[in-house]
């Protein structure tokens, strides 16, 4: 393993007018890892994305891909990455096959290889037969792994993501992980920006959280979760008619229990195994009948509520404010 990080952020700042849209965000990513950029519209993920992969100058500061500077090499940075916009980036009137050419051409990469390398991507991304079809025919899954295999076709050794996942059905999210999850394995580098907690806690080693163009947190996936706070344990009952006593034993095991009376429901923090198998026995000896019994880990959206005071994600609320337009 070489010592040049994959990927650093130093001191980036990018200001539009008067909005300053990322406010100096340094970052290192170790090659072969994966780092989540997780943060809510307008975090200021994409222009961060669009600075590190040249496509934006910065207002100040400055990023390495692979040892290249961002602003002196940037030749060099384009030729060590790949990216997948947010907005898909395909031709729709060309055929899978063709988009996969097209952009191989445009690599200058040579005439053989991009047939060879293209069908291994189709057939990767489960796209062989569809191949021949216009990519206007085809579903947003079927776009987002054109659009990701399209970006692979010079094999880059660092691949950016913004939102890979956003707009795909739950499916169609879990698939594209798998790939991900099988490019990670072969060693690239991955960076992806995303508004899912989820998805990050799924496929990053470090998450850096960002809100209003700042870094506001960073860690790991369980660094993260125990920033927000401890476990519980989470009792549900099978009779209303037990609450009253079920919560003055829980209360003698926990310091704070919550009670959702309607879904029969008690929480109680604790620090973890012991708490709950102690409060499971209380329960066994006491003749309380339980339906459910477990153990719950603080999950990111908690994180970033604890974090930022808000929700990252905030329904099918999407961007309004795409002055930026597409990556292209
Ligand atoms: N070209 C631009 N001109 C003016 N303001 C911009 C431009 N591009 C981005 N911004 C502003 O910068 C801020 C960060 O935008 P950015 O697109 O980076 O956020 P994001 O985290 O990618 O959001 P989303 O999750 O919605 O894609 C926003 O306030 C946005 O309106
Ligand atoms: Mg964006």
């Not at 001191?11 to 100096?24: E, M, P």
């Amino acid at each position: 393993m070489s010592a040049t990080p994959a990927v650093e952020a130093i001191d980036l700042v990018k200001k539009f007018g008067d909005t300053t849209a990322v406010d100096g965000v340094s970052f290192v990513v170790p090659e072969g890892s994966v780092l989540g950029l997780l943060g809510p519209n307008g975090a200021g993920k994409t222009t961060l994305v669009r600075m590190l992969t040249t496509l934006s100058v910065p207002t100040s500061g400055t990023g390495r891909v692979a040892g290249h500077d961002i602003i002196k090499e940037p030749d060099a940075v384009r030729r060590s990455m790949g990216l997948t916009g947010q907005a898909a980036t395909v031709d729709e009137h060309l055929t899978g096959r063709e988009n996969l050419k097209l952009i191989g051409r445009l690599y200058g990469l040579p005439k053989k290889y991009i047939k060879e390398t293209s069908e291994g991507l189709l057939e990767r991304f489960s796209l062989t037969d569809a191949g021949d079809r216009t990519a206007k025919t085809y579903s947003g899954g079927m776009r987002r792994r054109l659009d990701l295999a399209v970006s692979l076709i010079a094999a880059p050794p660092v691949l950016f993501l913004d939102e890979p996942t956003t707009g795909l059905d739950p499916r169609s999210r879990t698939e594209l992980w798998e790939v991900l999850r099988g490019l990670v394995r072969e060693g690239t580098t991955l960076l992806l920006t995303t508004q899912y907690l989820e998805e990050a806690d799924q496929l990053a080693n470090e998450i850096i959280v960002i809100d209003k163009g700042k870094i506001i947190a960073s860690g790991t996936p369980n660094q993260l979760k125990d920033q927000a706070g401890e476990a519980a344990v989470v009792l549900t009952l099978t009779h209303a008619s037990d609450l009253e006593s079920a919560e003055a034993l829980m209360r003698a095991h926990s310091a704070e229990v919550y009670v959702d009376r309607a879904a029969r429901r008690l929480t109680a923090k604790a620090s973890g195994l012991g708490d709950m198998s102690r409060i499971g026995n209380a329960f066994d000896t006491s003749g309380i009948a339980v339906d459910d019994l477990g153990l719950k880990r603080p999950s990111l959206d908690d994180v970033f509520l604890h974090l930022t005071g808000h929700r990252a994600e905030t329904g099918d609320e999407t961007s309004t404010e795409k002055m930026d337009g597409a990556l292209s």
